[in-house]
């Protein structure tokens, strides 16, 4: 392909979406004799690209300049061992089957948040009384502001007790007192536990979150006590040895935004494919091999990317088509392999300030190929 071809072709691309970048392959018009040496070195050189462009567009997605520096001895000090957070790790298929019906998925550019787990951190002073309580204060970002809570769960763990018992979990709002600390309840629970067994409880905080939210001022944290029928505290609310990954947190669930169904065909192939038409080929992304050990899961994702010639008799009429005519209407210009289906992927993450998101990330796996 000569310069300006390959100039108008990456215009095209940009046009298209950042994703595609990396994803151009040489016109049809080299020589045939060399063309499974040049194929090989090609789609090699693409897989290079895209894998380098999807870490740009995961940050870039996420919002971020560059990826947070946590350490996997960070991120197993941070996980907490909960029901919900291995709910959703469940979830992951990470080498999912490809060949799967279309799905809805976000017509966006940036990452949608679904849940947010925000751990626990020690009260402002202004609320202490001799350095207590030293749980619960949650922070809040203003996305989380201007975002639509569907549901709010405090996550408490009990520790076991050597004989059945009747525990009161109540959760009490601080605030600043004349007494230097005021103690306001806002839920009290009554629950029967059995002998020698720790459990997780969660509560609906919902309301108490709309309130903070409405008036960010009134936020000054929660006292979290689970008294037996002997008077002891089971709940666990400090980092005290082997309480490691049981301290509360607060499970946020938001409003998902906008769908829409989108369907396309195209030509599936491996590697070892003699296959010279576009054609999606199969690519595995593994996070732990970017050093990213601050994204719980999945570890991989399979993305995909494309490569092959596109003749003009091939030309699928899509939306974009127009572009190319108008950018090079003597027809200098062929058209470009590239993705014409796209799908996202959920990912569980630490973000820069520890909290854990589950997220939606758009336009991460290729699922269709095709000429633009």
């Known amino acids: 392909m000569r310069v300006t071809e390959l100039t108008l072709c990456a215009s095209l691309l940009l046009a298209l979406g950042p994703l595609v970048l990396g994803e151009l392959e040489p016109a049809p018009g080299q020589e045939q004799t060399d063309r499974p040496c040049s194929s090989c070195e090609a789609r090699q050189h693409l897989r290079t690209?895209?894998?380098n462009a999807i870490k740009t567009q995961i940050l870039s997605k996420l919002r971020m300049k560059e990826a947070p520096n946590i350490s996997r001895d960070t991120?197993?000090?941070?996980?907490p061992r909960a029901p919900p957070l291995?709910?959703?790790?469940?979830?992951?298929?990470?080498l999912r089957d490809d060949n799967h019906e279309p799905e809805l998925h976000e017509d966006d550019e940036h990452a949608t948040t679904e849940t947010i787990m925000f751990m626990a951190t020690e009260p402002d002073p202004l609320v202490q009384v001799d350095g207590r309580p030293q749980c619960c204060l949650f922070s809040f970002g203003q996305r989380l502001q201007s975002s639509r809570v569907v549901?709010?769960?405090l996550w408490v763990h009990l520790r076991s007790s050597p004989e059945p018992t009747t525990v009161f979990l109540q959760i009490s709002r601080l605030a600043p007192g004349h007494d230097g600390s005021r103690h306001i309840r806002i839920r009290s629970l009554k629950m029967d536990l059995k002998p020698g067994s720790s459990s997780w409880q969660s509560i609906d905080v919902k309301q108490v979150l709309s309130v903070w939210l409405r008036q960010p001022e009134t936020n000054w944290g929660i006292e979290v006590r689970a008294l037996d029928s002997r008077g002891r505290n089971l709940a666990v609310t400090g980092p005290a040895p082997g309480d490691e990954g049981l301290q509360p947190f607060l499970e946020v669930?938001?409003?998902e935004g906008p769908k829409r169904l989108l369907?396309?065909?195209g030509l599936d192939c491996d590697e070892n494919s003699p296959e010279s038409r576009c054609c999606r080929y199969p690519l595995t992304v593994d996070f732990e091999d970017f050093g990213w050990d601050w994204i719980i899961a999945p570890k991989r994702y399979k993305a995909n990317y494309c490569s092959g010639e596109c003749e003009y008799m091939?030309?699928?009429k899509y939306p974009h088509t127009h572009l190319v005519n108008k950018?090079?209407?003597r027809g200098n210009a062929g058209p470009c392999c590239t993705p014409t289906k796209m799908s996202p992927i959920n990912m569980l993450y630490f973000n820069r300030e520890e909290q854990i998101i589950y997220g939606k990330i758009p336009s991460m796996v290729v699922d269709r190929c095709g000429c633009l």
């Open 86 to 94: 291995q709910q959703l790790m469940d979830q992951y298929d990470v």
């Open 314 to 316: 091939h030309l699928q």
């Open 253 to 255: 669930k938001m409003a």
């Open 75 to 79: 991120v197993r000090a941070l996980l």
């Open 263 to 265: 369907r396309d065909t």
């Open 151 to 153: 549901k709010a769960q």
């Open 327 to 329: 950018a090079n209407p």
């Open 49 to 51: 690209l895209r894998l």
